[in-house]
T-cell receptor, first 110, second 115 residues
Framework: GIQVEQSPPDLILQEGANSTLRCNFS?????LQWFHQNPWGQLINLFY???GTKQNGRLSATTVATERYSLLYISSSQTTDSGVYFC????????????FGKGMKLTVNP | DAGVIQSPRHEVTEMGQEVTLRCKPI?????LFWYRQTMMRGLELLIY????????DSGMPEDRFSAKMPNASFSTLKIQPSEPRDSAVYFC?????????????FGPGTRLLVL
């Protein structure tokens, strides 16, 4: 099945800094999503982005499907951005189930 | 919309007992997913339904686990008998359309502890 790898595994930032999270996947995808799991455990969908670029406020994401990676950008980070960020993908022609990466823990200090 | 609703939010039980987790998907969503999250294995898909029919249950760990979706607005995940290694957070998610090609919305999860 598809392999989903995220980097870096952990990141500590000062409030106001920018960051880039990377997700590599091993196969062609028909679905690529980014999620944020807050410190209370709630999983929030950030982007559905199998290709192209999307922006939502301080967050944006780009997926280059032909090169099998996706990037999540966080600008002017805030303490509320802390938590774990997951990338998840499903393959074209596969069972369509999402396979999650191991996540990246972000800590934003005031 | 209220989002995906799960109950109970927390469950503590003893080994050997039956556990039933419940999920109400977002109205109008055709697909429903059950996930399990543990420190060791991360987030894993257990089973997903489309139009109330199980499509992929390859993630169900063993026969002790079973899932049903009797109608479009309700699903259950049952563990019988439960074991300590089943302790985890169980998430339900739903999406429009088929399978994994749509945005998935997660419920708050059920935190299960089996003693």
């Amino acid at each position: 099945g598809i392999q989903v790898e995220q980097s870096p595994p952990d990141l500590i930032l000062q409030e106001g800094a920018n960051s880039t999270l990377r997700c590599n996947f091993s196969d062609s995808v028909n679905n690529l999503q980014w999620f944020h799991q807050n410190p209370w455990g709630q999983l929030i969908n950030l982007f559905y982005i199998p290709s192209g670029t999307k922006q939502n406020g301080r967050l944006s994401a780009t997926t280059v499907a032909t090169e099998r990676y996706s990037l999540l950008y966080i600008s002017s980070s805030q303490t509320t951005d802390s938590g774990v960020y997951f990338c998840a993908a499903s393959t074209q022609g596969g069972s369509e189930k999402l396979v999650f990466g191991k996540g990246m823990k972000l800590t934003v200090n005031p | 919309d209220a989002g995906v609703i799960q109950s109970p939010r927390h469950e503590v039980t003893e080994m050997g007992q039956e556990v039933t987790l419940r999920c109400k998907p977002i109205s109008g969503h055709n697909s429903l997913f059950w996930y399990r999250q543990t420190m060791m294995r991360g987030l894993e898909l257990l089973i997903y339904f489309n139009n109330n029919v199980p499509i992929d249950d390859s993630g169900m760990p063993e026969d002790r686990f079973s899932a049903k979706m009797p109608n479009a607005s309700f699903s259950t995940l049952k563990i019988q008998p439960s074991e300590p290694r089943d302790s985890a957070v169980y998430f339900c998610a739903s999406s429009r359309g088929a399978g994994g090609r749509e945005t998935q919305y997660f419920g708050p999860g059920t935190r299960l502890l089996v003693l």
